[in-house]
C-alpha cells in the first residue's frame, strides 16, 4: 500500500502549482483568456486530484470510527456525501464564476444545496426513528 504523504508537502506544492497557474494564466489572459481558463482549470484538476489522497484518509478515520461507535453505515455514508456535494458544489461555482457565468454559478450551488439535503434524508430518518424509539 502506497504511504500517504504529509499534509503539509501535499499543500505546499498544491499552492505552489496554484500560484505559478494564476500568474501564467494572468499573463496569457491579456491574449487569448480561453487558453488562461483552461490553464487555471488543469491546475484546479491537480489540485483536487492530490487532495483526494487527504480524503481518502478522512473517509477511513470516519468509518474506522464509526465501526467503534457501533455505528451504523447508514448513519455515517449521509455524512461523507453531503461534504463531498459540498465541495464539489463549491468548486463548480467558482469555476462557473471564473469563466463569467455566475447564473450558471448560482443555479449550479442550488441544485448542490438540493441534492446535499437529500443525501442527508436518511440521516435525518434514523435521527427521528431513534428519538421515536426513546419516547415509546
Do not use: H
Not at 448542490?112 to 427521528?128: C, E, Q, S
Amino acid at each position: 500500500e502506497k504511504p500517504v504523504r504529509p499534509m503539509t508537502e501535499l499543500m505546499t506544492q498544491a499552492a505552489a502549482v496554484a500560484v505559478t497557474a494564476a500568474l501564467c494564466a494572468a499573463v496569457v489572459r491579456r491574449g487569448t483568456p480561453e487558453i488562461a481558463l483552461v490553464l487555471v482549470l488543469a491546475a484546479g484538476v491537480w489540485v483536487l486530484l492530490s487532495a483526494a489522497e487527504g480524503l481518502n484518509s478522512v473517509a477511513a478515520l470516519m468509518e474506522e470510527l464509526a465501526q467503534l461507535a457501533g455505528l451504523d453505515r447508514t448513519v455515517v455514508e449521509p455524512v461523507f456525501k453531503t461534504v463531498v456535494l459540498s465541495i464539489l458544489t463549491k468548486l463548480t461555482g467558482e469555476v462557473c464564476r471564473s469563466a463569467g457565468e455566475g447564473g450558471l454559478a448560482s443555479a449550479v450551488e442550488i441544485a448542490g444545496t438540493v441534492l446535499a439535503l437529500a443525501a442527508a434524508l436518511p440521516l435525518v430518518r434514523g435521527v427521528m426513528e431513534l428519538m421515536a424509539e426513546m419516547l415509546v
